[in-house]
């Protein structure tokens, strides 16, 4: 199994600059993909950007060109770089990571909550 724990989330105001973090421990040699969701009070929760082993990325339109996502697969950690952070960016941000033995498994982190508000 992974274990996901998740850090870097807090307050903020428009137009500043968050880092959220996520460290995979457990069975690590088998994650392939790593990214980032969010879920908005009352929402459903949506796809912010992923990344690949090989550092394929892919980003949702909403956050594409403000947010950056990275991993060090040497610590087995995931990163969100959110730049001109919006309020309408306020959700709670989950870690997923996507491993492969027989067949894909997804795990989830315990969700870290990213408010922009002035």
């Known amino acids: 199994q992974v274990q996901l724990v998740e850090s870097g989330g807090g307050l903020v105001q428009p137009g500043g600059s968050l880092r959220l973090s996520c460290a995979a421990s457990?069975?690590?040699?088998?994650?392939?993909?790593m990214g980032w969701y969010r879920q908005s009070a009352g929402k459903q929760r949506e796809l912010v950007a992923t990344?690949?082993?090989?550092?394929?990325?892919n980003y949702s339109d909403s956050v594409k060109g403000r947010f950056t996502i990275s991993r060090d697969n040497a610590k087995n950690t995931v990163y969100l770089q959110m730049n001109s952070l919006k309020p309408e960016d306020t959700a709670v941000y989950y870690c997923?990571?996507?491993?492969?033995?027989?067949?894909?498994?997804?795990?989830w982190g315990q969700g870290t909550q990213v408010t922009v508000s002035s």
């Open positions: 990344i690949t082993r090989d550092g394929s990325t």
């Open positions: 997923n990571v996507v491993t492969m033995v027989f067949r894909p498994y997804f795990y």
């Open positions: 457990g069975s690590v040699s088998s994650i392939n993909t």
